[in-house]
């Protein structure tokens, strides 16, 4: 039996409504031409349906103003409040099965939200903690076993939660020794030079130091140095709990004595195994025992307050310097060694695990290849409402208003990624990996990188900002409530929390979050926003909702009022005609660091070394930004083609113009490459330090060598190092040229 011949794919709409009227009358010979026709109607009713829609309900093309009055008013705390309750139930450490459930939860609100996402997974090294042990053996007639255990507070079902892992140091070697104890003040290298000079051995010796000023990689590598054979870091009620002055939680916000903060020891960034390119599962790795790791070499642990402060009565020897001295309820902070002693016992599980980052786009209508990417990690080393789910619910918050704003008719310009990162807590492992491995794409397209972390702890707003962005942070924040005053914008209470008239900016020199692999190593614009400063419960299973509610952010108006930051600085970057990035404010900037160069060469009587190739640098950067700024005005409304094109040659060196700070040699001062940019970055001492922010980082360490030389007798090494200096001034000298021949857009 031949197959009946459906032939009326391409019918006109009247045929269809012919055929629809007769088929009562006729039998249709044919079930998939009956099934065409019943299609055929669906769509006509479409069709009007949307006619009409569009009839009484048109969309309101409204100026920008209006959507993002639309936005601002539609952030709402309870939203907020309900992701920071549903991502923090349970502890969800990188690479574990609930980490993975705050995937699932994240990727499907962006869903619901209307954007489209996906996983980007990573297979990389992870470390966890099986065995751990601290015994004081020496001078206690008894051994006096340390808990080593954050106790349960009253009134916090978190802090008795089974499920969180013990305090440890991520990616720690294993191992065991038994020494007598030196007291170290923060670790840095300044305080191991002043126990050399108080002629202290830190030879195998067990170091204890405080937490506060330098990263704590850091501190385990300067113990190393010093021939320690283990670190235990505490932290101090001085620098965590107000000299235990004010109330501890759960009577107050800061971190009560058994408090410990746990953290990465690990000195590079992303993967270990990859270093410089992405993890994927079949990817080229390195053994563990490479160098090229950037693994710590001596095992440590962090510690409390109340297992350090046994620890620090068994020292005596020299009393320490008064600086040294923090709150702890003792006679004298003494230095050691010994005699004290403690038996150390660590050992930890090094696998290469499954991370997961979740990446959602809102499409640009007119340029959807230019990108204005937003992110915020999702790991935490316990609950982590502060860190880093204040960020996350922030994030989300914008996922749904923006997505909201869609459906109503706001289409914007670029598209927005929205990027839920993994693993930073190991060593900004998620969003290195990614950066890596779309480095290309994100060089020719990428217009800024706009991070969150821990961006809650309370009142009082700051930011650290790539200057190009100086301009538009400030307007944003003159648009919002400030949450701690009455009728004061952001703006308003962000200068009055300064001395001067205008805002106190940061800078993004180090920091250990997710903006690095951005502006560092892929030389995009960047910021980052907080409200509040330290965060006393930071890495303890303290920081979890209970605090949140009860001290950090009660009504959740600081996280309404980083939403509305957020969404703000994503819709301006998206949809500006012209890119709201001004090169007047960076130069402006550069002079100044420069200024400073010069002040430091002037004080330390430097011989021969001129800042002049660097400050006439900037004189061109600044002339091209002034340039460009006048090419940028041009009449608004539709344009003709070829007016487009230009406007997107405006834009193009406006997004290039920071690329341009890139050195493929990078920091070659710290040894580490991967750092190419030469404005910002770290130092020898701060790598990854969220404490402060280093300007011009390769100058700064030949300078740092150059003065730690100057009391050397040998004037060969004196001179080699000066030019060092001058080398490093010629090298940012001509990144910056580099970035005024963009601006300015003509071939040399
Ligand atoms: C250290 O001691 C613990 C407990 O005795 C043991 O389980 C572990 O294997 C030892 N680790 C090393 C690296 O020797
Ligand atoms: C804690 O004590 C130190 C040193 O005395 C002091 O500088 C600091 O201001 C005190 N901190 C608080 C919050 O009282
Ligand atoms: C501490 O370690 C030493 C040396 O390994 C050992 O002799 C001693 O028994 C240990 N003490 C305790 C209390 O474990
Ligand atoms: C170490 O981690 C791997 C991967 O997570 C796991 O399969 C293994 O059981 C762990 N080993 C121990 C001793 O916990
Ligand atoms: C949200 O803010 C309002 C207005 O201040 C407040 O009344 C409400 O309790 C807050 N909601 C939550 C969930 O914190």
């Not at 779309?438 to 990428?446: F, Q, Y």
Request: aromatic letters at 10%.
């Amino acid at each position: 039996m031949a197959r009946p011949q459906c032939d009326s794919t391409h019918a006109p709409f009247e045929v269809l409504l012919q055929q629809l009227l007769q088929l009562h009358t006729q039998r249709c010979r044919c079930r998939r031409r009956r099934r065409f026709v019943l299609l055929g109607v669906f769509v006509l009713l479409l069709l009007l349906f949307i006619t009409l829609l569009q009839i009484f309900m048109p969309a309101r093309p409204g100026p920008d103003t209006y959507w993002q009055q639309e936005f601002i008013g539609s952030v709402n705390n309870a939203s907020i409040r309900n992701h920071v309750f549903c991502l923090t139930k349970e502890p969800h450490v990188a690479g574990t099965p609930e980490d993975f459930a705050t995937a699932e939860y994240v990727f499907q609100r962006f869903q619901d939200y209307g954007l489209s996402a996906h996983y980007t997974d990573y297979d990389v090294l992870l470390s966890y903690p099986l065995h751990r042990s601290l015994i004081l053996s020496a001078p206690t007639k008894e051994p006096l076993v340390l808990s080593l255990k954050e106790k349960p507070v009253e009134g916090d079902v978190y802090s008795s939660n089974p499920k969180v892992m013990p305090t440890f140091h991520g990616f720690s070697p294993s191992g065991n020794v038994s020494a007598e104890v030196v007291y170290a003040n923060y670790g840095r290298l300044e305080d191991f030079q002043k126990l050399e000079n108080l002629g202290i051995n830190v030879k195998d010796a067990i170091v204890i130091a405080r937490y506060g000023l330098i990263y704590r990689g850091d501190i385990v590598e300067n113990a190393a140095l010093a021939g320690a054979v283990a670190v235990v870091i505490y932290s101090d009620p001085q620098d965590y709990a107000a000299n235990y002055t004010q109330g501890v939680y759960p009577y107050g916000r800061w971190l009560p004595p058994s408090g410990t903060q746990r953290g990465s020891v690990y000195k590079g960034l992303g993967d270990p195994l990859t270093p410089g390119w992405p993890s994927t599962p079949d990817a080229e790795r390195i053994s563990l025992t490479d160098p090229e790791t950037m693994l710590p070499t001596i095992p440590s642990l962090p510690i409390s307050a109340e297992d350090a402060l046994p620890i620090l009565a068994s020292l005596s020897g020299p009393t320490s310097p008064a600086e040294w001295h923090g709150a702890l309820d003792l006679p004298q902070y003494r230095v050691g060694r010994g005699p004290g002693a403690l038996n150390f016992s660590f050992s930890a599980n090094q696998t290469v695990t499954q991370i997961r980052n979740v990446i959602a786009t809102i499409k640009g209508a007119e340029e959807p290849d230019r990108y204005i990417i937003l992110g915020n990690h999702r790991d935490a080393w316990v609950f982590g409402a502060v860190d880093p789910h204040s960020g996350t619910a922030s994030l989300l918050e914008v996922a749904q208003r923006l997505g909201e704003l869609v459906v109503k008719g706001w289409q914007p310009r670029r598209s927005i990624v929205l990027c839920s990162w993994d693993a930073e807590e190991y060593g900004v492992v998620g969003s290195t990996e990614w950066v890596g491995q779309n480095i290309d794409l994100l060089g020719i397209n990428a217009v800024a990188y706009l991070n969150l972390d821990a961006c809650v702890i309370g009142p009082g707003f700051s930011a650290g900002v790539s200057p190009q962005l100086d301009g538009l942070l400030q307007e944003v924040t003159k648009q919002v409530k400030d949450p701690d005053s009455v009728d004061d914008t952001v703006f308003e209470a962000w200068i009055a929390s300064g001395k001067g008239s205008a805002p106190l900016i940061g800078r993004l020199g180090g920091g250990l979050t997710d903006f690095a692999a951005f502006l560092q190593h892929a030389g995009v614009p960047a910021l980052d926003l907080e409200f509040g400063d330290d965060n006393p419960m930071y890495h303890s299973v303290y920081d979890n909702f209970n605090w949140v509610e009860k001290f950090g952010d009660p009504l959740f108006h600081c996280h309404v009022a980083v939403t509305r930051l957020l969404g703000l600085l994503a819709m301006r970057l998206s949809s500006d005609a012209v890119l709201p990035l001004d090169y007047i404010t960076y130069a402006t900037e550069l002079q100044s660091y420069a200024m400073q160069v010069q002040t430091q060469l002037a004080q330390c009587k430097a011989p021969s070394v001129s800042v002049n190739p660097l400050i006439s640098a900037i004189s061109s950067m600044k002339e091209a930004a002034i340039q460009i700024k006048q090419q940028a005005k041009q009449p608004q409304g539709s344009l003709s083609p070829s007016a487009v094109l230009r406007r997107r040659f405006v834009n193009d060196r406006l997004l290039q113009a920071e690329r341009a700070f890139l050195d493929d040699k990078g920091l070659t001062g710290i040894g580490q490459s991967w750092y190419r940019h030469l404005v910002y970055g770290p130092v020898r001492e701060n790598v990854y330090g969220t404490y402060g922010t280093t300007t011009f980082p390769g100058i700064q360490t030949a300078l740092a060598q150059a003065l730690a030389e100057s009391n050397e007798h040998d004037n060969d090494a004196k001179r080699r190092q000066w030019a060092a200096v001058q080398h490093e001034i010629w090298r940012v000298a001509r990144v910056v040229e580099r970035s005024a021949l963009v601006l300015q857009g003509s071939l040399t």
